[in-house]
């Protein structure tokens, strides 16, 4: 499947408005979002693609590069954009009802993350230092933001378990189209299963 590297686009999108909300005084308060986001409803999107420091940036930044170009390999660009906008939209429409103003990428790179978490749960990945299966990583990701709502700090943990949620739905539609290329297959969750699913249909 050939890769157009949407994924690097939408990287470069942010840190362009990112620019733009140094240079510009009242940029970021135009698009963020917050309680106007109803009757002004394109803040629903624009508030991904803003950040609200250097080091939110880089972090989401290196997240939506490194796993993002796996899923974008994966599905193809278009459908990697359709659940980038997809998770990032709905986790905002979620927590605009819990949070007076947000912004950044985190709801759309979560759902990436929840995306992956079904079509390569077994990929290695680093999570706090250790490395884990990819299924492992999102049970303490999900953990930790689910502590953080009960903890709360400046950190959108809802419209994090949003996106990753929403993405887990896109995984598991995916899959099952995938899936479905051959009538009779059972995908049986022991390791040699799932790798040989993964060699077999996700390459």
């Known amino acids: 499947m050939k890769v157009k590297y949407i994924t690097l686009i939408l990287a470069g999108v942010c840190i362009f408005f990112f620019m733009l ?3 510009i005084s009242g940029f970021t308060d135009i698009f963020v979002l917050n309680q106007s986001s109803w009757v002004q409803p394109w803040r629903f999107v624009t508030s991904i693609f803003l ?15 490194i796993f993002g170009l796996v899923l974008e390999s994966i599905i193809g660009s278009k459908r990697f954009l359709l659940i980038f906008l997809g998770s990032g939209i709905l986790a905002n429409l979620i927590a605009i009802n819990f949070y007076t103003s947000s912004l950044g990428a985190s709801g759309a790179i979560f759902g990436i993350l929840g995306a992956l978490i079904i079509l390569k749960p077994l990929m290695m990945v680093w999570a706090s230092g250790v490395p884990v299966p990819m299924f492992i990583a999102g049970i303490l990701w999900i953990a930790a933001d689910l502590i953080g709502v009960f903890a709360p700090s400046e950190v959108a943990n809802i419209a994090h378990l949003s996106g990753i949620a929403i993405g887990l ?35």
Do not use: C, P
């Not at 250097?54 to 930044?61: A, K, R, T, V």
């Not at 896109?170 to 699913?197: A, H, Q």
């Open 21 to 23: 909300q140094l240079l």
């Open 169 to 203: 739905v896109y995984g598991i539609y995916f899959r099952m189209k995938y899936m479905n290329k051959e009538k009779g297959t059972i995908i049986r969750l022991n390791e040699d299963s799932m790798r040989n699913w993964e060699d077999h249909y996700l390459r």
């Open 51 to 65: 950040h609200g420091s250097l080091g939110h940036i880089l972090s989401n930044m290196f997240a939506l590069v």
